[in-house]
T-cell receptor, first 118, second 114 residues
Framework: GAVVSQHPSWVICKSGTSVKIECRSL??????MFWYRQFPKQSLMLMAT?????????EQGVEKDKFLINHASLTLSTLTVTSAHPEDSSFYIC??????????????FGNGTRLTVT | GDSVTQMEGPVTLSEEAFLTINCTYT??????LFWYVQYPGEGLQLLLK?????DKGSNKGFEATYRKETTSFHLEKGSVQVSDSAVYFC?????????????FGKGTHLIIQP
């Protein structure tokens, strides 16, 4: 089946540094990838929609300058948390849809990245 | 805006018990409804879906019926197994799961004891 690889699975960084999270579709191409964030005991919240070759679309309330998204190819999207602060500590998860799948085909999810900012 | 409400966990059951995880939603359009499952250490997987009212999604013994009149999509299984222990997310998509992302519930942690 379709596999989405997310890396790293966990990261600890110091306040003020930047962290990059990668999301790769391993055996399919994805023109669209989605980035979610989950706080403990909260819903998965859509942060942004990443479109290959164009700017990402951010959800209301998500700082685009803080959460930089790059979708440089049909198999890779990256999320960079810039100048991270402890309140950015969270679980980040990406998903992708096979560009050859039907419009209603399911999303494929990465395993998520646990970010801890100290 | 769209929202999904599902019962808080953890839900602890004995093996072979009957399972119900409640899910209700609010949406502006006619959403598609989904249940995703996250097994320990793995990513989210689609468990089942329903795209219109009265549709029943089913997979691996789990079922959920799209009830427009009660805006609900409760997940049920007649006899749970230890291997069903996971976190279950109810979700909706107003665009039929197309270009837009999903709106998720908070997730319900299910623990099945032998």
């Amino acid at each position: 089946g379709a596999v989405v690889s997310q890396h790293p699975s966990w990261v600890i960084c110091k306040s003020g540094t930047s962290v990059k999270i990668e999301c790769r579709s391993l055996d399919f191409q994805a023109t669209t990838m989605f980035w979610y964030r989950q706080f403990p005991k909260q819903s998965l919240m859509l942060m942004a929609t990443s479109n290959e070759g164009s700017k990402a679309t951010y959800e209301q309330g998500v700082e685009k300058d803080k959460f930089l998204i790059n979708h440089a190819s049909l198999t890779l999207s990256t999320l960079t948390v810039t100048s991270a602060h402890p309140e950015d500590s969270s679980f980040y998860i990406c998903s992708a849809r096979d560009r050859q799948g039907a419009p209603n085909s399911p999303l494929h999810f990465g395993n998520g990245t646990r970010l801890t900012v100290t | 805006g769209d929202s999904v409400t599902q019962m808080e966990g953890p839900v602890t059951l004995s093996e072979e018990a009957f399972l119900t995880i409640n899910c209700t939603y609010t949406a502006t359009g006619y959403p598609s409804l989904f249940w995703y499952v996250q097994y320990p250490g793995e990513g989210l997987q689609l468990l089942l879906k329903a795209t219109k009212a009265d549709d029943k999604g089913s997979n691996k013994g789990f079922e959920a019926t799209y009830r427009k009149e009660t805006t609900s999509f409760h997940l049920e299984k007649g006899s749970v197994q230890v291997s069903d222990s996971a976190v279950y997310f109810c979700a909706l998509s107003d665009s039929g799961g197309g270009a837009d992302g999903l709106t998720f519930g908070k997730g319900t942690h299910l623990i099945i004891q032998p």
